[in-house]
């Protein structure tokens, strides 16, 4: 896999600009080469502060946003019109500021959607779109070019939380209950595909992050710190603020 970049930033806000800028421009280029884009969202507020600064950026129209397709790395398994729904805020934020084409916003289905409250035939849904948008039979899923991804302070990324067994499931896509985080019931994607994409970009600010973002970056047990475990094909990057890398050894801290 690839040695991880590590980004830091004053704050939150800062951080935000970083990200949004560094997604237009890679968005552009691919598209420059021909290529429709495949981004993978996360959720929390610090990706809500990348979405708002993405749709106010001065340069978003160099991409056309129409062929982008935005997948998301988890799900809680709620009411589509809850406000723990990460489409729902990366709609607000977002996805409802641009000229997106709807067909290619490819949500998990919610608690009271197609598959009504059965939670894993929701998982096996998603798992069969991502199927069918890869470009292989052999392959569960596309190779998505850009994933982003959260950490919490515990260690955890999507819906991956330490010593649980959906770490290990050799499925693409799986439930998650009884979830250490509320909303306890959610839909994720698993370690498999978080560890294909091309570019893994992570993004976290605030001190409460500081050890967790230490113990992934350099190398914990998977088992304690799942955020430990994905990294992109080709690219790595860790997006900071200052009180995130606070704990990062000096060598790593890069500006």
């Known amino acids: 896999m690839t040695e991880p970049e590590i980004s830091t930033h004053p704050g939150p806000d800062e951080l935000a600009d970083a990200v949004a800028a560094r997604l237009v421009e890679r968005l552009a280029d691919l598209q420059r080469r021909g290529r429709v884009p495949s981004v ?9 502060k990348i979405h708002e600064a993405v749709a106010r950026a ?7 946003w129409g062929r982008v397709d935005f997948w998301f790395g988890d799900e809680r398994f709620v009411p589509a019109d809850s406000p723990d729904r990460n489409v729902g805020q990366a709609r607000a934020a977002m996805l409802d500021r641009l000229p997106v084409d ?3 916003v490819h949500e998990i289905a919610p608690s009271d959607g197609e598959y009504a409250d059965d939670v894993d035939a929701a998982a096996a849904g998603y798992a069969d779109r991502l199927r069918a948008a890869s470009a292989s039979d052999e392959d569960a899923t596309p190779r998505f070019d850009v994933l982003m991804l959260g950490i919490g302070p515990d260690g955890h990324c999507a819906s991956l939380f330490p010593g649980r067994r959906e770490m290990y499931d050799e499925r693409a896509v799986v439930a ?3 979830s250490p985080k ?8 698993t370690m498999a595909p978080l560890r294909r994409a091309s570019e893994v970009w992570w993004v ?8 967790a973002v230490h113990d992934a ?8 710190v799942p955020a430990a475990g994905p990294e992109g094909v080709e690219r790595t990057v860790w997006f900071l603020d200052e009180a995130a890398a606070s704990r990062l050894p000096a060598g790593w801290v890069r500006r």
Request: aromatic residues 0%.
């Open 40 to 48: 993978v969202l996360t959720g929390g507020s610090i990706a809500v």
């Open 58 to 64: 001065t340069d978003r129209d160099s991409v056309d």
């Open 102 to 104: 709807p067909a290619r």
């Open 176 to 178: 998650v209950r009884d």
């Open 182 to 189: 509320p909303p306890p019931t959610r839909v994720t994607l």
């Open 204 to 211: 976290a600010a605030g001190d409460e992050k500081a050890q």
């Open 217 to 224: 970056v350099t190398g914990s047990d998977l088992d304690a």
